[in-house]
């Protein structure tokens, strides 16, 4: 593309421009693919597999185990790389899960209830029936306590499997993924709270209280920016990691509290550049007037511009790109890395675990979230949206089987012992790569990418019951 000197900024060689914009050009748009974030996720696990195999993987492992310290004089706080990666750099993941949760509540699919209760319903039994299967598998009490790691779906790989299939998918059956995985997400996030976590300590619990209180007392404020609840944030996590909860949990919290309203909004944002417009006009014409009279107008301006939207969708729309290429890859490389061979699997326990985990991810999700489903639409309950009938929620099912790093997390959290460990992690891996082909399949089998046959008619059908 051809620029007029204009259109540079002043300094800028126009070669090296034009070049710049040749070679990023193709990975911008390979970042606006909504199935991008799910293949540098994949990326980063084959290489963590590859590199834990290879004969250096002797340094894959100790990469991990490096300790790394923060803090400023005897308030020191050393942890190894692994804890920095899964309990603090996985604490923004959470909280823009937490913003995502406040969204859909305030005004997406979980804030109507008649709307909500399909995915309510498929989520609870694509939960469900996973963790059933896995315990029918695993009795003992070595290895039942990770009837969890099956129960959990993988926003960017689930979202990445309906992409590639392309048209075929209509818009209601990708909302319908992603309320369903929000609402996963928040089971999740239970699970771990409340059976993943140590037992409670008071004292902990009273400084994170004190954190949370803080992020409100800001609010109350009127506090905008947030860096300044950077730090109230820092001792909520602090203090659910001294009280035993999982400290990922604090990032839910302060998402969860994130405002949903903007402040000035559109006609606000239109009132203010407007009277900056004439300002900075008025200025113009003036002769000899400073450029630094343009700094007042143009804070004004910044201000609107940042107050246009609520802070939960710009913080979210911040960080998701971090999060999506930067936070979950690197989760992924940290934790991906299972050395398969004979000593790693060598637990007596270490088969059904990985059985469990796989059947339960490939055969349980579908299954626990088509006959919820199929339960709650025949029941009255709830309706099918337009356009989708039970093919579409077949190939929801599937892809739902996808569990990776939610799943990978709470691996982390059930076991203790390298071997157990090993197994779950091996499970999830072959399940969620299973999971994805068998979407992929059954998607383009069932999808047509016009409106099922029937489904209009199972919609009415369902709104009548439910109406009676």
Request: net charge positive; aromatic share 8%; with cysteine.
């Amino acid at each position: 593309m051809n620029r007029s000197p204009s259109q540079l900024a002043p300094g800028t060689w126009a070669p090296a421009r034009l070049l710049a914009e040749r070679v990023l050009g193709p990975l911008e748009r390979f970042l606006h693919v909504e199935a991008a974030s799910g293949i540098v996720l994949l990326l980063a696990s084959v290489i963590a597999l590859a590199w834990a195999n290879s004969p250096w993987g002797h340094v894959y492992e100790h990469l991990w185990h490096v300790p790394i310290t923060f803090g400023a004089g005897s308030l020191v706080f050393t942890q190894p790389l692994h804890f920095w990666i899964n309990e603090g750099l996985m604490t923004i993941f959470f909280f823009v899960v937490g913003l995502e949760i406040r969204r859909e509540i305030h005004a997406g699919e979980l804030s109507d209830l008649k709307r909500a209760a399909l995915p309510v319903a498929a989520a609870l039994g694509g939960m469900m029936a996973p963790a059933l299967l896995y315990l029918s598998l695993n009795p003992s009490l070595v290895s039942r306590h990770g009837w969890g790691v099956p129960t959990a779906t993988d926003i960017a790989f689930a979202v990445g499997v309906l992409a590639l299939l392309g048209k075929r998918v209509p818009p209601a059956l990708r909302v319908l993924l992603l309320a369903l995985a929000i609402i996963d997400d928040i089971g999740a996030i239970i699970v771990i709270a409340l059976f993943y976590s140590s037992g409670v300590a008071w004292i902990g619990l009273l400084v994170a209280g004190g954190g949370a209180l803080a992020v409100l007392v800001l609010q109350r404020f009127g506090v905008r920016r947030p860096a300044a609840y950077v730090l109230p944030g820092a001792v909520l996590w602090w203090g659910m990691l001294r009280a035993g909860i999982h400290p990922t949990i604090a990032g839910v919290a302060i998402g969860l509290l994130t405002p949903v309203r903007p402040w000035f909004g559109s006609h606000g944002f239109l009132t203010t550049a407007r009277d900056v417009v004439d300002e900075v006009g008025a200025l113009a014409q003036r002769d000899g007037h400073k450029v630094d009279e343009l700094l007042s107008p143009l804070r004004r301006i910044k201000r609107a511009q940042r107050e246009a939207l609520p802070p939960v969708v710009r913080l979210q729309a911040a960080l998701h790109p971090w999060v999506a290429y930067g936070i979950m890859p690197l989760f992924a490389f940290a934790n991906a890395g299972v050395r398969i061979d004979g000593s790693s699997l060598d637990h007596a326990a270490s088969g059904t675990i990985l059985l469990g985990v796989a059947l339960g991810l490939v055969v349980g999700k579908p299954l626990g979230v088509f006959l919820a489903s199929f339960a709650m639409v025949r029941l009255g309950v709830c309706a099918l949206p337009r356009g989708i009938g039970w093919r579409g929620i077949a190939v929801v099912g599937c892809v739902a089987g996808v569990g990776f790093t939610m799943a990978i997390f709470i691996a982390g959290l059930a076991f203790d012992e390298p071997a157990l460990l090993a197994a779950a992690k091996l499970g999830v891996l072959l399940a969620s790569t299973v999971a994805a082909v068998v979407g992929l399949l059954v998607g383009r089998l069932a999808l047509s990418g016009a409106p099922e046959a029937g489904a209009a008619r199972t919609v009415e059908e369902a709104e009548g019951s439910t109406e009676q």
